[in-house]
């Protein structure tokens, strides 16, 4: 929430209908001006199906990593009993080498897998390429993953994943 207490930042957009929603608040506030990062969590339902769909942004690297592993925490313990598959995508800031593996293994401990393994760097900062982004699944079919290459919107290139309910 903006200072005006305007909402702003995620969003999950689809084409199929939205039957559910929670706005999820993630640990640790930012110690300058006091926002608190989120996860969007939605409940879509594609041809029947419920699929629990989030957009996640983690706080940057200047938190440290035992922080943000709080808020992956905290997105995993939102989560329904596995009943239905999932999508958890966004940008979780996985600057030092230790971040990913880290997240990786919260996940997988609640099922998921890295949908968007193996795609490479998603942030450009000059020289510099980072691996910030990422898709983790669970109850789907992962068919392909990639990134817009020549994208130019933002630092960060869109990433994609092709998935297939099981």
Known sequence: V???????GNAVLTRWDIVGDQKVILPH?????GQRRIAVRTDI???????????????TAWMGVEARVNQVRAV??????????????????TMEP????????IFEDA????????????????????EFDHVFTRGVEVIR?????????????????????I
Do not use: M
């Open 29 to 33: 506030a930012h110690p300058v001006n």
């Open 98 to 105: 230790a971040a990913l593996p880290l997240f990786e293994d």
């Open 145 to 165: 993953a990639g990134k817009v290459e020549n994208a130019e919107a933002s630092d960060h290139l869109p990433l994609w994943v092709e998935l297939a309910l």
């Open 45 to 59: 339902d594609i041809n029947g199906h419920v699929v629990q769909a989030y957009s996640v942004h983690t706080e």
């Open 2 to 8: 903006r200072s005006n207490g305007d909402d702003f």
């Open 111 to 130: 099922g998921f897998e890295r949908a968007s393994d193996g795609v490479g760097h998603t942030c450009r900062a000059g020289l510099f390429k980072f």
């Open 76 to 93: 995993v313990a939102s989560l329904d009993d596995g009943i239905h598959p999932a999508v958890v995508a966004g940008d979780f800031n």
